[in-house]
């Protein structure tokens, strides 16, 4: 289980996030909404390591992951798809996803086929370089280059953005397929609130760097927290 607990954040004299504290468990999807400049990205730079915290702490099972740089958090089970999907435009579908093989031990540097299961299209497309994908499909190669390394923990930032719909629901399906096994804690950052309400068992609202509302499954129901995304 991801715990969060009292994190805040500073980019020099201004803070970003103020004690956020939640927890992802395996085998849910909890979300992370509000809008734009909230503070969520912030928060999952903090949780992957890509920022330095100022105030709090991370852990994740029994290992606290505060002190731990960001390719040591790879190595104990943590992927990322960052928001922008920063694929490598210039390399090969398959040379982006054997980018994921870095964590991983050498018996466990190949590609499982379940990716392909989840997104038929990144088999075809094997040789053809990152760049040349459409963006959907960019995002698929993204989310297939994270499950390479086999994560306990995913994080995705907003993976539906600027995303056509038919892929959108091929990624609601693969999170609810990777939910339903039972062994990795999935936090999802969101703004689309319908795709959140259909994946989320639990989530957090963000204003100005703090937590204002949290719930399950059954609080995302009502129009509480859609009035609190509206712009």
């Not at 999807?29 to 928060?43: A, M």
């Not at 960052?82 to 190949?110: D, H």
Request: proline content about 5%.
């Amino acid at each position: 289980m991801l715990t969060v607990d009292n994190l805040s954040l500073h980019y020099g004299a201004a803070q970003a996030l103020y004690n956020v504290s939640f927890t992802a468990k395996p085998g849910e999807v909890t979300c992370v909404l509000g809008r734009n400049g909230v503070g969520k990205t912030s928060l999952m730079r903090a949780i992957v390591g890509h920022r330095s915290i100022s105030g709090g702490s991370i852990t994740f099972g029994d290992t606290d992951f505060t002190p731990l740089r960001t390719f040591q958090r790879a190595k104990l089970g943590l992927a990322y798809v960052p928001q922008g999907r920063e694929i490598f435009p210039l390399l090969t579908v398959r040379e982006n996803l054997e980018t994921g093989y870095a964590p991983l031990p050498r018996a466990e540097k190949n590609i499982p086929e379940e990716i392909f299961e989840l997104f038929p299209v990144l088999k075809s497309m094997l040789h053809r370089r990152g760049g040349d994908l459409s963006g959907g499909q960019q995002q698929q190669l993204a989310i297939g280059r994270a499950l390479v390394t086999r994560p306990k923990l995913l994080v995705l930032d907003e993976p539906t953005e600027g995303i056509q719909p038919s892929i959108i629901k091929d990624i609601g399906r693969a999170i609810s397929y990777l939910r339903g096994k039972g062994d990795m804690a999935i936090v999802l950052v969101e703004q689309y609130f319908d795709f959140a309400r259909e994946l989320a068992d639990r989530f957090i609202v963000m204003e100005r760097g703090e937590v204002v509302e949290a719930g399950d499954k059954k609080a995302l129901e009502g129009d509480d927290v859609r009035n609190r995304l509206v712009f």
